[in-house]
């Protein structure tokens, strides 16, 4: 009787991880799916893109954007894409190698717990909220002070405002980026910083 109640809990046992394994294979399979899927509905809607004689080399390298007569040309919007992410880089990156050189070398621990979950916390809130906000924030300063200071008329609706709100966005990335690989630092450099220029106060 003992022996026959082992052999079920065993048939169980190996009856459930079966089960279990193939449920983990096909959601893991169903997820390895999603950018294949949306791969092909990106494909499939696209290709209106190429009706008549166009190519992708026209698309890519034209500025001529014609939905009625199915033109469409990409240049415009890849080279803006470029401007902004390049302007904002420029503001984010000496924005956050002085707090990660701060949290590091010259923050108390205190001040460290605080900021940390609010990095955290940016990471974490979806694009359009800063979307959101660059609208309601930016755009009215951009267009109410820094236009006129430099002489500009402008609505707001700039290339500035989108890279102010997309560097405040990436600025978490970029901070985490950077404290990793300041952590990685051999102590002796940082020791022989001491010597010369480099010194933490309160440390």
Known sequence: ????????????????????????????????CVPIIIGAGLLLKSLPLFEGERDIFDILFSSSWQPSEHIFGFLSFIVSSLYITGLSIL?????????????????????ISIFQPFIDILAGL??????????LVIVPIVSDFLAPLCNVSSSGFSMLSAAIVLSI?????????????LQTVPKELIEAGLFAWFRPVGK
Not at 169 to 176: A, G, K, R, V
């Open 126 to 135: 979806p694009s359009i909220i800063y979307g959101v906000w660059g609208i």
């Open 91 to 111: 503001i984010a990156a000496p924005v956050c190698l002085l707090i990660s050189l701060h949290l590091l070398f010259y923050a108390n621990d205190w001040f």
């Open 1 to 32: 009787m003992q022996f026959k109640t082992i052999i079920n809990k065993t048939f169980s046992r190996y009856f459930v991880d079966n089960i279990n394994k193939v449920t983990m294979f096909i959601l893991l399979l169903s997820v390895a």
């Open 169 to 181: 966005m990436i600025i978490p990335f970029i901070l985490n980026i950077l404290i990793e690989i």
